[in-house]
């Protein structure tokens, strides 16, 4: 379609090869001119000729002879112009017949030129109408351009669509394939249970069986006061009795659950890989904890968020969020039943959620510094909790009040507890026994650096103590004595607050580094059993290893959270 200013360059073309037309035809008239004027000049030329001899010839009468001469040559002249002038006059009628020619010519062009303007004003009116018609058709292409863009995003995003939800749909799939797959392994691990717990325990009374001495004396018996050492031993015993309850209660213990070790945990599994990470909370997750059950798994960050996870297809899925806290979670417990969580927070307060409709329940106020630590004792009847106020405080959870305040020399940062004691790390490098009845410290055990954790196995006979010289030791509860050391290369505790635990059958303690690798060890033999490297980039912070022996989660410094399987 023209524009008008190719229109208008169209006429100027026009204009253009009428006026090359006109120069061209007038080529042909130039050469009569130039005839034209020639022959002017020739008669300017004879006419100045004859002026000029009259005027020369003398008045007086020639001689006879000479005008006889002179009318020769006069007529002899006149013959000459007369053939010169019919020559001109010829020459001009032929070129007046061609200016005739070229008067036709021209008339014929002129005319011709008024078609071709008549034309052009025609088709400068057809132009216009185009042009209006052209606008239209713009307008309607655009209308119809916006609405096949509307059809492409809508049929973009319908696919989309389409790809996402078989992508859900691949998902679930493989999701269903794995959880079959979990469960077959899942089963097959419990028909193997009893063998494995068998030899397990085997292995165990060997290992008890060979430390004990074999008198090499036959006919003698040993003195009365070779049996000392062993009332003494009695007497420990005695005194740590306190520890457990002395009430008798039907398949409970300290966590809960059936007392048999048997039937408390299967024989733990250790992990070999990361089976599933992610981002588990806004900043630093600070504590993790299974349930009883093993089938939740709560988390706790500086947030101020406490979330439950469930574990399907071998990955980490939310179910709920418990809020109310003011400031970061530091420590997470479920009671026995897994129906209640305690958690202690840096707003100097510990709550109690109930998770059968996941609302908060209590708030345990009365600490004047952050609570490092809240645990459950009495199942929920009671709880306890410490803090860098230099207190541990006993809690009636059916009142929501503290009904015993014990003070401490130094910082508290864990503690473990039964029916009537309490054993706290502080950062005085000391691990204090505490009779909750009367209050008062029962025993003492010095360490070389800040405790930062302590965890006590299902038999509670086992104490497990972290602190920031790098060590894990094992301490024997019926003794008081550290049983094992635990160190690795390059294990380096990250904080004050790391926590390190036992697996769930007490054979093996498990604590993250500050260069984000796991270290296993053998708590019999104090063997590094292995040093695990997944995603973790920073520090560790807690480990939590489920009672069903399966699974160990790991969070750290930088929000992440990682599940750990041995396959």
């Known amino acids: 379609m023209e524009t008008p200013s190719s229109g208008r360059d169209w006429r100027k073309h026009i204009v253009r090869q009428l006026q090359h037309r006109d120069r ?55 013959i000459e112009m007369y053939q010169a002038n019919g020559e001109l006059v010829q020459e001009v009628f032929s070129l007046s017949k061609q200016h005739k020619h ?76 794995d959880i079959k797959v979990q469960a077959a392994r899942d089963l097959n691990y419990r028909n193997e249970k009893p063998k494995r717990v068998q030899e397990k325990n085997l292995k165990k009374d060997l290992a008890v069986v060979s430390r004990v001495p074999i008198s090499m004396d036959t006919g003698v018996f040993p003195p009365v006061q070779k049996l000392l050492p062993e009332a003494a031993r009695h ?7 306190p520890f457990r309850s002395s009430r008798k209660r039907a398949n409970t213990s300290f966590i809960g659950v059936d007392c048999s ?8 599994r ?29 988390t706790g960050g500086s947030d101020r968020k406490v979330k439950l996870w469930d574990i399907v297809g071998g990955m980490l899925q939310l179910v709920k969020i418990l809020e109310g806290s003011n400031d970061g979670v530091t420590s997470i417990e479920f009671d026995p039943s897994g129906l209640h969580l305690l958690a202690g927070s840096y707003d100097n307060t510990a709550r109690l959620w109930s998770l059968k409709d996941c609302e908060l329940k209590h708030t345990l106020s009365g600490h004047s510094a952050k609570v490092t630590a809240a645990k459950f004792k009495f199942y929920c009847r009671e709880a306890v909790t410490g803090s860098h106020d230099r207190t541990i405080k006993v809690w009636d959870l059916r009142k929501a009040a503290c009904v015993s305040s014990i003070p401490l020399p130094s910082r508290c940062s864990d503690i473990v507890c039964s029916d009537y004691l309490i054993i706290s790390g502080h950062f005085d490098e000391k691990v204090r026994l505490w009779d909750t009845r009367s209050g008062t410290k029962t025993d003492e055990i010095p360490l070389q650096g800040k405790v930062t954790s302590l965890d006590i196995n299902s038999e509670r006979t086992q104490l497990l103590s972290c602190s920031r010289d790098d060590l894990l030791k094992v301490v024997d509860l019926r003794m008081n004595e550290t049983r094992q050391e635990l160190r690795a290369e390059g294990f380096k505790c990250g904080a004050d607050w790391t926590k390190a635990i036992f697996s769930p059958d007490g054979s093996y303690a498990v604590v993250g580094s500050s260069d984000g690798v796991l270290y296993i060890w053998d708590t019999l033999t104090g063997k590094l059993e292995t040093s695990l490297v997944g995603q973790h980039k920073s520090s560790i912070n807690a480990v939590s290893w489920s009672l069903s022996g399966e699974y160990v989660v790991s969070v750290d410094r930088s929000r992440l959270a990682s599940l750990w399987t041995d396959c």
């Open 102 to 177: 070229r008067e036709e010519d021209l008339q014929v062009s002129h005319s011709r030129l008024v078609e071709l303007e008549v034309r052009l004003s025609e088709l400068e009116g057809e132009r216009e109408r185009l042009l209006e018609r052209f606008e239209e058709l713009e307008k309607a292409n655009a209308r119809v351009k916006e609405d096949y863009d509307n059809l492409q995003q809508l049929y973009r995003s319908q696919w989309e669509q389409l790809l996402k939800r078989e992508v859900e749909g691949t998902e679930l799939i493989q999701s269903m394939i």
């Open 24 to 78: 061209r035809q007038k080529l042909h008239f130039e050469d009569l001119i130039h005839s034209y004027n020639q022959l002017l000049m020739k008669s300017n030329i004879v006419q100045l000729w004859r002026d000029k001899h009259l005027a020369a010839t003398p008045s007086l009468s020639p001689e006879p002879q000479n005008v006889v001469s002179l009318q020769s040559t006069h007529r002899k002249e006149l």
């Open 270 to 298: 250790i992990p070999a890989k990361v089976r599933f990470s992610l981002e588990a909370h806004d900043g630093e997750v600070n504590a993790v904890k299974f349930s009883p059950n093993s089938k939740i798994l709560a």
């Open 235 to 241: 007497q420990e015993i005695k005194i740590f009795k």
């Open 261 to 268: 070790p048997t039937n408390f945990c299967s024989v733990a």
